[in-house]
């Protein structure tokens, strides 16, 4: 369950509304469940009142759409943002990609989002309702008659078990407590692969990407992907963009893609929570991260802005490629 | 009707392999599956498949032909194989009523060859879904779960499997498990089909109507303002037309091998940028007009030429994938709200 | 298995213009050998070489992929060798990630008077590469057809 | 057995001429390798041509029907299928499936009646075939009128075949104009829609469309100006393309395949399409 409510944020808004600090509202609109929440923007009190929610299901980045919004919308947009969001706004900021004046930031709390595919591994399918509990959620189905109770942390999104930070990098005004950066263990995972041995790694990613569709949802949803024309939508490129080609594409699209944010990647996760094959994407980011931390020392994405990133730096010493990858990974 | 208790259903499952490949959902790391089965595959009764059977008829790449070049010559080699026959056990109502609307777009004249040898040699067996999800709304377009069409309709209790034979490939199928059935009167099967049809009413989405919506309404629809609220989060990526059992429309395309060219062809969706660029233009330049032609497509064009039926059989599965959670029932509650004033 | 016709590897080497070009010149006018399956692309700085030429000459059909530069803090642009580095190390590390061979991707360093050294790394390179036999896990079997 | 025929696979052309119309437009001359016309089509249809490896686009056949002999194609270089045949030379060998869409209806329609052809740039590609074909069954339509208006004279297209031809037609009459002065061009300067105007047509007769959208436009609206019906005007769309036969979506335009129930269309049934094209 969130520590801040729904109507506190609601009332919020809506007098920055009222008295014309801002033109737009930018959250999560409900949806015909408790958990299928839609990024929208409010321009009116009632519309807040009506539509506007933040529960456990509020996992969208809204940071990318400031991008499009900022220019579609005259007059400042309001926009709510959990601690892990703020990283992505911060680097989308030091790119220049969206105007700070015509943004109202408002950093709010968030104690974990909830999977709601998780939540079905548990309770099956027929999800009618979902109450947030102080730990843990009760979800209503059809085909049971008492509700269900799962603990919020059993049913946390991959990114949420594994987050990095509770503080807040940017905002104009903080709803609710401030957190800590955290030490998380996102590396874990990506250890646990470097562990393993180059056929046993080759074996794993073959199985995770031909499950792909190319739908380009992962790309789409990227904060960090804001080329105005991509790279993979060029039909001159020879990149077949939407057709599973076979394995070659799926690698070819996947490291691409993560390449091309490494270093610009904060780790929010987006690209694996709106994969609709469940492809662990979040871990070639993670990889590109871990490296570069190890190797060019730590550095975190979208915590200051104006900072220099490591794939567009250098210094005079940094070790060869070769070095590299016999370096710290050779554990095959 | 045909009775196989279910303690033989793998027996089914390899006396039918024998003699053709067949397609059963199992379950992936993602959810169930359709995948070829071999020894040792368990079949998934999961309410229903993360994609549909529509890969199995038109998969989302597939070899048209090849071209041999040299100097200014060109050959045309048709690198076409007949199928061989084929079966799809466990299919939903939804998904044998999408491949209807499939056969309405690809075997109307010209017909689509690629895909009418597909059909001609799958035999379909459905299944009737006992427990439907919360995303399910198949009985807004006239589909009854309960009682799905296909080659053979298929029921489960919770000890047997029903079978039964609508058409003379059916017939075929289920002479082939003869030994493993046995015939039996309708009782059974009318009890699970009342039991069925009470679960669907208790549906959260059971009340959606698609009357409001159909062929000549364009004038209607189009210029609604609500498409510019529905569309603003959309994020233009393939999602729901690549699991949308309906969505048919695709891209054809030329792969310069090391030797020669394939023509390919692949899924689209009008969702991308890129589907209507022209050389000198575009003329649905904004995600709004490209989100709108989808929902306008299932819901007002389709049924104008094809005899009122909609492209949307309610499967349910853009609600379940849509990044964004935007899907066809928040656009039909949004639009029948604008009919209303 | 002896009537297999011995595995000569297709090896593409992107040679930045101003150093391993000159350096691969100097080889030949110096009559050094080297496998003739080196197929050298030139280009106007080691750092031009994105992620995707390296990805589409495996999927083309490379067998193995170098990449030559001038020495660092000798690039003629200054600095595009020491971005070239940075990026090769992610790079080659993200397809050692995903289980590809490493010693399928390279950088060396090769200077307008080393002939005999570029020689010598494209011996070394090849013989790797052929030991470690096709590339397998990063082919497009379409461009086979 | 499944029946086999299959519209996607192509046979193959044989491009025996290549015509500079224009700085940007080309007329090709396409025939089947043993010499044949392709195939037989209607005025207004259209064709499919691929250049394997490159890509297959949508033309309209700009030949005319009576033609049994060849087809023939303007192109204009504005992508890369067009950039590559920009580039080949004779004896070239393409790909060619079709024909494809709803032609115009010469034979019931506009039989009998008065014609005015209005075309700007290579917008005269798709009415050729239909004024050749009026041209050659000249006994069943009353008067011709052409106005075909571009940027200047080196971009009038067929000027050769307009000029020796066209213009020595008895009761064809033809009026070219072009946008700005230019030396060596003494006819009219303007623009078409105006043009269209100060000429100053009866209505009595059919009219048939063809150009870029602006112009289409502006000269519907002089048109009905001069008091034409909107079901008295035809003309033809372009859209993106791939199957040619109603199957991929791309040209779908409110209930309509462009490639499939157009290219042609009268232009009152353009109005109950959705703005879209």
Request: aromatic share 10%; with cysteine.
């Amino acid at each position: 369950m969130q520590t801040v409510t729904t109507k506190s944020l609601c009332e919020r808004a809506a007098s920055l509304l009222g008295e014309g600090t801002v033109a737009a509202v930018l959250g999560w609109k409900r949806g015909e469940f408790d958990y299928d929440l839609t990024p929208a923007v409010f321009t009116a009190a009632e519309e807040l009142t009506e539509g506007f929610i933040y529960n456990d299901f509020s996992g969208a980045n809204l940071s990318k759409y400031l991008l499009k919004k900022t220019r579609e919308i005259d007059g400042k947009i309001l926009v709510f943002l959990k601690p892990c969001d703020t990283y992505s706004f911060n680097q989308l900021l030091s790119e220049h990609r969206f105007d700070r004046e015509k943004v109202y930031a408002i950093g709010i709390p968030c104690s974990g989002m909830a999977d709601i595919q998780k939540i079905r591994k548990i309770v099956g399918e027929g999800i009618t309702a979902i109450e947030a509990c102080e730990n843990s959620l009760l979800v209503h189905t059809l085909y049971d008659d008492e509700p269900i109770s799962v603990s919020c942390a059993e049913v946390l999104t991959e990114r949420c078990l594994n987050c990095k930070s509770k503080k807040h990098v940017a905002y104009d005004e903080l709803i609710g407590d401030e957190g800590e950066v955290l030490t998380s263990n996102r590396f874990d995972e990506v250890e646990k692969i470097e562990a393993l041995s180059a056929d046993e790694r080759f074996a794993f990613w073959q199985n995770e990407l031909s499950r792909c569709i190319r739908c380009n949802a992962c790309r789409d949803a990227c904060p960090a992907c804001t080329c105005e024309k991509c790279v993979f939508d060029n039909p001159n490129s020879g990149v077949q963009s939407k057709a599973p080609g076979g394995e070659f594409e799926e690698k070819l699209f996947h490291i691409i893609r993560a390449y091309h944010v490494a270093g610009r990647c904060t780790d929010c996760g987006e690209c694996s929570r709106v994969c609709p094959q469940n492809i662990p994407l979040h871990l070639l980011n993670r990889k590109f991260i871990k490296d570069m931390n190890e190797t060019y020392g730590e550095y975190q994405a979208g915590e200051y802005d104006n900072q220099r990133a490591p794939l567009v730096n250098f210094s005079l010493d940094d070790p060869e490629p070769s070095d590299v990858v016999k370096g710290g990974f050779d554990r095959a | 009707m045909l009775k196989c208790t279910l303690s033989n259903i793998d027996k089914l499952f390899e006396i039918v392999s024998a003699s053709m490949p067949l397609y059963l959902p199992t379950e992936d790391k993602n959810g169930a599956v359709f995948k070829k089965w071999q020894p040792g595959t368990v079949w998934s009764n999961a309410s229903n498949t993360v994609k549909g059977p529509k890969d199995l008829f038109f998969p989302q790449s597939e070899d048209l032909m090849a071209f041999k070049t040299e100097g200014k010559k060109i050959e045309v080699i048709d690198t076409r194989t007949e199928t061989e026959d084929f079966a799809v056990f466990g299919v939903r109502a939804c998904d044998v009523k999408s491949l209807e609307i499939l056969d309405r777009v690809f075997l109307t004249e010209p017909r689509d060859s690629y895909y009418a040898s597909r059909r001609e040699h799958g035999v379909i067996i459905s299944l009737a879904c006992n427990r439907p999800t919360e995303n399910c709304f198949c009985g807004t377009f006239g589909i009854d779960a309960a009682e799905p069409m296909g080659d053979v309709s298929a029921w489960l209790t919770d000890d047997a499997l029903y079978l039964h034979a609508n058409t003379e490939r059916g017939q075929a199928f289920t002479k082939l498990i003869a030994d493993l059935t046995e015939a039996c009167d309708d009782s059974a099967v009318s009890a699970q089909k009342e039991k069925n049809r009470k679960v669907m009413k208790r549906l959260p989405l059971a009340d959606l109507e698609a009357n409001a919506f159909g062929g000549s309404k364009t004038e209607q629809f189009f210029h609604s303002p609500q498409w510019e609220k529905l569309s603003e989060s959309c994020l233009g990526c393939g999602t729901c037309t690549f699991v949308c059992p309906t969505c048919q429309c695709y891209d054809i395309r030329d792969f310069k091998t090391n030797n020669g060219v394939v023509r390919y062809r692949c899924w689209d969706s009008c969702m991308y940028s890129e589907f209507t660029k022209m050389a000198h233009g575009n003329n649905r330049n904004s995600q709004k007009e490209r989100f709108r032609q989808r929902f306008m497509h299932k819901l007002v064009y389709f049924p104008e030429n094809n005899d009122g039926i909609f492209s949307c059989v309610g499967c349910g599965r853009c609600l379940a994938k849509c990044p964004i959670s935007m899907n066809i029932v928040k656009v039909m509650k949004a639009l029948e709200v604008d009919t209303d004033d | 298995m002896q009537d297999v016709k011995e595995f000569k590897p297709v090896i593409v080497a992107f040679c930045c213009n101003w150093c391993s070009y000159a350096g691969a010149d100097l080889a030949g006018s110096n009559r050094l050998a080297y496998p003739a399956d080196v197929k050298i692309i030139r280009v106007p700085c080691s750092c031009r070489v994105n992620p995707m030429f390296i990805l589409r000459a495996f999927q083309r059909g490379a067998d193995g992929v170098i990449l030559c530069g001038c020495h660092p803090g000798d690039c003629h642009y200054s600095t595009g060798n020491y971005y070239t580095r940075r990026r090769m190390s992610m790079l080659f590390s993200m397809l050692d990630f995903l289980g590809i061979e490493r010693d399928r991707t390279r950088v060396e360093w090769v200077s307008a008077a080393e002939g005999a050294k570029f020689a010598a790394t494209m011996n070394e390179f090849v013989e790797k590469v052929t030991a470690l036999g096709p590339n397998k896990r990063l082919e497009d079997l379409r461009c086979k057809q | 057995m499944t029946d086999m025929n299959e519209t996607l696979i192509p046979i193959l052309g044989v491009i025996t001429d290549v015509r500079i119309d224009t700085p940007d437009i080309k007329t090709f001359r396409v025939v089947t390798p043993d010499g044949k016309k392709p195939f037989d089509h209607r005025p207004g249809q259209c064709a499919m041509l691929s250049v394997p490896g490159i890509g297959e686009a949508m033309f309209s056949i700009t030949s005319s029907p009576t033609n049994t002999e060849y087809m023939e194609f303007s192109i204009k270089k504005c992508g890369c299928v067009t950039e590559w045949l920009h580039a080949a030379e004779e004896g070239q060998m393409i790909t060619v499936r079709g024909p494809y869409g709803k032609p115009f209806p010469v034979d019931d329609v506009f039989a009998g009646h008065d014609m005015l052809f209005i075309a700007g740039g290579v917008g005269l590609a798709p009415l050729r075939s239909v004024i050749n074909y009026c041209r050659h069954y000249r006994d069943r339509y009353g008067r011709i009128d052409i106005v075909y208006g571009s940027r200047s004279k080196d971009d009038l297209l067929d000027y050769r075949e307009i000029i020796e031809e066209w213009q020595n037609d008895e009761n064809v009459h033809v009026h070219l104009t072009i946008d700005r002065e230019q030396e060596g061009w003494d006819g009219h300067v303007g623009f078409v829609p105006n043009y269209v105007k100060e000429l100053g047509f009866d209505t009595n007769k059919m009219a048939v469309l063809c150009g870029p959208p602006i112009m289409i436009k502006f000269t519907l609206d002089g048109l009905s100006e001069l008091g034409f019906d909107k079901t008295q005007v035809y003309t033809t769309l372009e859209l993106r393309m791939k199957c040619g036969v109603g199957k991929c979506g791309r040209c779908n335009v409110g209930a309509k395949y462009v490639c499939k129930d157009g290219p042609v269309f009268r232009c009152d049934e353009l109005d109950e399409l959705p703005d879209e094209y």
